[in-house]
């Protein structure tokens, strides 16, 4: 299995030993990484902070500022690509090292966060009902491979109930939908080494059909 690279757990070290760090974890691939979930390289860092039922959403702003006193201290360039209070892109160089490194204020968690090797990361179940919300948005090959090991990790049904628990708004038909799309990818860009086009494109197919089935 992949790991982060030992340039972005520097990072990720660096970030989450901010004060300002207190209550985000890690998410996206770095996170399925982090727990030996999957099996493909990703060049960015997420870091999400969970939004608070019934309060207003909350900033990035504090951390964004921490982050690049320090990352600068530590020898990275930094641009920011993009920034509003709840969202924060960066791109950090030094030497040959590129990372890209988001910071957001997310849904929030279904489960606590895990800490690993000194960074906490977001559970499992956390990340499946992302990554099923990710497919309804947009079409990326890599949330398919990931999904796809995080059902087989956890189960088909309970990532599906964790996408519904995040989003009340989702329901099963769009889901269906969503992974039917999975057609429309070419081969070269899943990115799972583990793991051929064929067969994620024959997994969701078949989930699609379940879900159409069971409704």
Not at 127 to 133: C, H, I, N, Q
Not at 184 to 203: G, L, M, Q
Request: glycine share 4%; net charge negative.
């Amino acid at each position: 299995m992949s790991d982060l690279q030992p340039v972005q757990r520097e990072l990720a070290r660096l970030l989450f030993s901010l004060p300002a760090a207190a209550g985000y974890a890690l998410a996206g691939g770095a996170a399925l990484l982090t727990q030996q979930i999957i099996d493909r390289d990703t060049r960015d860092l997420d870091a999400f902070i969970a939004a608070i039922p019934g309060s207003a959403p909350g900033t990035v702003d504090q951390l964004a500022d921490a982050l690049t006193i320090a990352a600068q201290q530590a020898g990275w360039s930094l641009q920011i690509i993009r920034r509003h209070p709840t969202f924060c892109r960066f791109i950090l160089n030094r030497d040959d090292d590129i990372v890209e490194l988001d910071l957001a204020v997310d849904s929030p968690l279904l489960e606590p966060p895990r800490a690993i090797d000194g960074i906490p990361v977001l559970a499992p179940v956390d990340l499946a009902a992302r990554k099923v919300l990710a497919i309804v948005d947009r079409l990326e090959a890599r949330d398919y491979t990931d999904l796809s090991a995080l059902a087989h990790l956890l189960g088909q049904q309970t990532c599906i109930d964790s996408a519904l628990s995040m989003d009340a708004g989702l329901d099963v038909s769009a889901i269906a939908e969503a992974f039917e799309r999975v057609d429309r990818i070419p081969d070269d860009r899943f990115p799972d080494r583990t793991t051929d086009a064929a067969t994620t494109r024959r997994f969701f197919t078949t989930w699609s059909r379940e879900l159409l089935d069971d409704r």
